[in-house]
């Protein structure tokens, strides 16, 4: 019976193991498993600035295109530059690796600072007052030539963090705060 049970136990543990793993996103997951250089073109709609950068040499983060992305990602009405959670610019990779596509992403808004916050939530609903975004996590985007609906989609599946759906302001929020959705 011992044999059994034993038996029994390690079958239900590579089955529990088997379904996990097809519960992760896998090509998302893979994407960042595997040592390569990660690279984000952008577009500020705001500056008309461009940004071509490799973030990640495929073994550390590179501190200099971190610098320039903090400063492509700055509150541009007070033009204030404030360190951006990396984790935001792998889940952007992720979601360009996920809808097999190299266009830019149009970047609507990334940090902000408070007075600004609080500028945009006296003529928006839509504004939290304790934005991701205050707290250089979060930002408002779309990818040129792909749909709002597909973009929100693969957001969804990263599980990753908070993930807003605007299709009337034609921009998807992503975040590395907890995982939720609006």
């Known amino acids: 019976m011992d044999k059994f049970?034993?038996?029994?136990?390690?079958?239900?543990?590579?089955?529990?193991?088997?379904?996990?793993?097809?519960?992760?996103?896998?090509?998302?997951?893979?994407?960042?498993?595997?040592?390569?250089?990660?690279?984000?073109?952008?577009?500020n709609l705001h500056t008309g600035e461009t940004l071509k950068t490799e973030f990640f040499n495929g073994k550390s983060y590179d501190k200099d295109e971190l610098s320039r992305l903090n400063h492509f990602f700055r509150d541009y009405r007070a033009?204030?530059?404030?360190?951006?959670?990396?984790?935001?610019?792998?889940?952007l990779y992720r979601l360009q690796a996920m809808l097999e596509t190299r266009k830019p992403v149009q970047l609507i808004s990334g940090y902000r600072s408070l007075a600004t916050n609080n500028?945009?939530?006296?003529?928006?609903?839509?504004?939290?007052?304790?934005?991701?975004?205050?707290?250089?996590?979060?930002?408002?985007?779309?990818?040129?030539?792909?749909?709002?609906?597909?973009?929100?989609?693969?957001?969804?599946?990263?599980?990753?963090?908070g993930v807003g759906y605007y299709p009337s302001s034609d921009f998807v929020h992503i975040d590395t705060g907890p995982v939720r959705t609006w």
């Open 5 to 43: 049970d034993s038996q029994r136990r390690k079958l239900l543990a590579l089955g529990g193991a088997a379904c996990g793993l097809a519960l992760l996103p896998g090509q998302a997951f893979a994407t960042l498993s595997t040592p390569r250089p990660r690279v984000l073109t952008l577009s």
């Open 79 to 91: 033009n204030k530059v404030k360190s951006i959670d990396p984790k935001l610019f792998d889940q």
């Open 119 to 161: 500028e945009l939530r006296s003529h928006s609903k839509g504004v939290a007052k304790h934005s991701y975004h205050t707290l250089g996590q979060a930002m408002d985007f779309h990818i040129e030539g792909v749909s709002l609906s597909n973009v929100r989609k693969a957001a969804l599946k990263m599980r990753a963090g």
